[in-house]
T-cell receptor, first 111, second 117 residues
Framework: SQQGEEDPQALSIQEGENATMNCSYK?????LQWYRQNSGRGLVHLIL?????REKHSGRLRVTLDTSKKSSSLLITASRAADTASYFC???????????FGQGTTLQVKP | GAVVSQHPSWVICKSGTSVKIECRSL??????MFWYRQFPKQSLMLMAT?????????EQGVEKDKFLINHASLTLSTLTVTSAHPEDSSFYIC?????????????FGPGTRLTVL
């Protein structure tokens, strides 16, 4: 079953603007990960944040995690047309490696 | 990063036939691989966990006799869709977990698009 809920489902912005995507989940987690998927392609791992971390940065990406609210956000700053893709959060509840994916946010960055 | 390949990248078959999809970790060993299915404009749904040398673990609602998984080596897992029907048409993606990782680090294959006529 899908644990993560993401909003918005779709987001359209102009190049240079920031994009924020949110993810909520239902059970306790070991870590939360964000992935990007270009249309018809596989997934690209963006960033992993552990349950004891609150914020993490990687280049233009900033991820926050609030375990009390069971939510996470992904911020992409200074967006580019090449950032156009679907973004998924995925939660790991144990060390088994199983990931449960959210519904995803489709981001369109207009040049 | 580590590379995972899938073969074929796309396949079209007739209803009733069986299709085998391969997932390979090219430059690392993976004791665990995962198989996902993704319908158009939807998220990834975990189908099963493939463990090297043992039987696969299937998620609730996934028919193990229809989706046969074999993980015969540390670098190869195969998914066979038996007696495929049009409703099995989907994008199948595998991932491989790095054996030494303690943080569930996985690498995903590029996916296989299956179309059943």
């Amino acid at each position: 079953s899908q644990q993560g809920e993401e909003d918005p489902q779709a987001l359209s912005i102009q190049e240079g603007e920031n994009a924020t995507m949110n993810c909520s989940y239902k059970t306790s987690i070991n870590n939360l990960q964000w992935y990007r998927q270009n249309s018809g392609r596989g997934l690209v791992h963006l960033i992993l944040i552990r349950s004891n971390e609150r914020e993490k940065h990687s280049g233009r990406l900033r991820v926050t995690l609030d375990t009390s609210k069971k939510s996470s956000s992904l911020l992409i700053t200074a967006s580019r047309a090449a950032d156009t893709a679907s973004y998924f959060c995925a939660t790991a509840t144990s060390n088994t490696g199983k990931l449960i994916f959210g519904q995803g946010t489709t981001l369109q960055v207009k040049p | 990063g580590a590379v995972v390949s899938q073969h074929p990248s796309w396949v079209i078959c007739k209803s009733g036939t069986s299709v085998k999809i391969e997932c390979r970790s090219l430059d690392f060993q993976a004791t665990t691989m995962f198989w996902y299915r993704q319908f158009p404009k939807q998220s990834l749904m975990l189908m099963a966990t493939s463990n090297e040398g043992s039987k696969a673990t299937y998620e609730q609602g996934v028919e193990k006799d229809k989706f046969l998984i074999n993980h015969a080596s540390l670098t190869l897992s195969t998914l066979t869709v038996t007696s495929a029907h049009p409703e099995d048409s989907s994008f199948y993606i595998c991932s491989a977990r790095v054996t030494s990782s303690s943080y569930n680090e996985q690498f995903f294959g590029p996916g296989t698009r299956l179309t059943v006529l």
